[in-house]
Structures are given as structure tokens and as C-alpha cells.
T-cell receptor
């Protein structure tokens, strides 16, 4: 069964600093991987996704992620943090069987310090 | 293009009462999912529908929970005899059918319905 582990439930960076949110996955087949962002009391918004092809994928709001099969990782980065990036971030892997649901990690809360 | 709509957004109820949440998916999406999210956790799968058929249920979905999608459009999630442990955000998501070439499996989420059981 597919699963996701997000290392670090809380990450704090200064405005303008590099953002790195870590995600490792487990999948018995080549995975489809996703990053979602959630602002307080709102639903989840897709940031970016990896399916096949180029392993470095770019998303909205300046975020990007790199799929590394050898490390079973899909870490999310942004070169320069902005105050508006403060939110909860979730990594997810697609389950290809049955419901084909997304399986989510526990989430990482990103705080931006002025 | 209207997104996924959920209501009510917030519901406060007393223990033992019944509550019902409604989800209106994106109109051309035949797959509809319910997730539950507790504070500080990621969303957890509850159940999903393909058109009007409920095809999979998580073990998290106790017998006090029931979900329907009677005409393959909107869906309702009812919780009977609510308990304090039911307090959570209930998220609905939809997408087109099976993962096929050109569709990559992402889900489109609504804003969620937050339940507080006193």
C-alpha cells in the first residue's frame, strides 16, 4: 500500500530564506505524487504534481519539487519565502487500486518569520 | 467553472445529535470522495462514489456514518449520535473517472465542513 512520510511537522524560516519541506513515499508501483497547500479553515489547493517525465516539476507561487526515485523522495522547495507562504503543506501519493484515492502525509506547518 | 461546494461550512452540535453535510462536486466529475481531517493531521479517506455507487468505505467509517449520492451529482454525509471524537473537518473532493492518459489523479477539494461536538 502507498504511504507518505513528511519529516518535520513544523518548519520555520525567515522571510526571503529558502523553504525546504521534506516528503518520502512508499509505493509498489511508479508513483504519482502531489503537494497541496491548506490555509486556515480552508480546503486543499494543488501546488504541483509529478506523474511521468521531467523529475523537476514547477508549481504555483514559485514552488517546485524534485522526484528522486533512488531516494523515494519528493521534497518541496521555494528559493525565497514570502509571508503569504505561511500555511500547512501536505504531500500525497496516488493509490492506483480500487478507489484510486490520494494518501496524505501528516502535514508540515510552515511559519515565516519577518 | 464552479468548484466543489460544501455546506454548512461550520456546524456546532451537542453530543448525541445527528448532523448532515452536503457536497456539490464539479459538474462533470463522476468520482466523489469524503475525507476527514483532525487537528494537526493530514486528511484521511472515508469513502468514495463513482456516479451513484458507493464503491469503497474506510474502516474509519463507523456504522454511525452514512453517505449517499442518490443521483450521481451531490452527496451527503450523515453522522448519527455524534460523539466528541467526531469533531473534525470533513472534506469533499471530486475528479473525473479513472486515472487515464491525460488525467493525473489529482483531487479537487471543497472548502470543508468543520464539525464541533460539544
Amino acid at each position: 500500500a502507498q504511504s507518505v512520510t513528511q519529516l518535520g511537522s513544523h518548519v520555520s524560516v525567515s522571510e526571503g530564506a529558502l523553504v525546504l519541506l521534506r516528503c518520502n513515499y512508499s509505493s509498489s508501483v511508479p508513483p504519482y505524487l502531489f503537494w497541496y497547500v491548506q490555509y486556515p479553515n480552508q480546503g486543499l489547493q494543488l501546488l504541483l504534481k509529478y506523474t511521468t517525465g521531467a523529475t523537476l516539476v514547477k508549481g504555483i507561487n514559485g514552488f517546485e519539487a524534485e522526484f528522486k526515485k533512488s531516494e523515494t523522495s519528493f521534497h518541496l522547495t521555494k528559493p525565497s519565502a514570502h509571508m503569504s507562504d505561511a500555511a500547512e503543506y501536505f504531500c500525497a501519493v496516488s493509490d492506483f487500486q480500487g478507489a484510486q484515492k490520494l494518501v496524505f502525509g501528516q502535514g508540515t506547518r510552515l511559519t515565516i518569520n519577518p | 467553472d464552479t468548484g466543489v461546494s460544501q455546506n454548512p461550512r461550520h456546524k456546532i452540535t451537542k453530543r448525541g445529535q445527528n448532523v448532515t453535510f452536503r457536497c456539490d462536486p464539479i459538474s462533470e466529475h463522476n468520482r466523489l470522495y469524503w475525507y476527514r481531517q483532525t487537528l494537526g493531521q493530514g486528511p484521511e479517506f472515508l469513502t468514495y462514489f463513482q456516479n451513484e455507487a458507493q464503491l469503497e468505505k474506510s474502516r474509519l467509517l463507523s456504522d454511525r456514518f452514512s453517505a449517499e449520492r442518490p443521483k450521481g451529482s451531490f452527496s451527503t454525509l450523515e453522522i448519527q449520535r455524534t460523539e466528541q471524537g467526531d469533531s473534525a473537518m470533513y472534506l469533499c473532493a471530486s475528479r473525473p473517472g479513472r486515472i487515464i492518459l491525460g488525467h493525473t489523479g489529482e483531487l479537487f477539494f471543497g472548502e470543508g465542513s468543520r464539525l464541533t461536538v460539544l
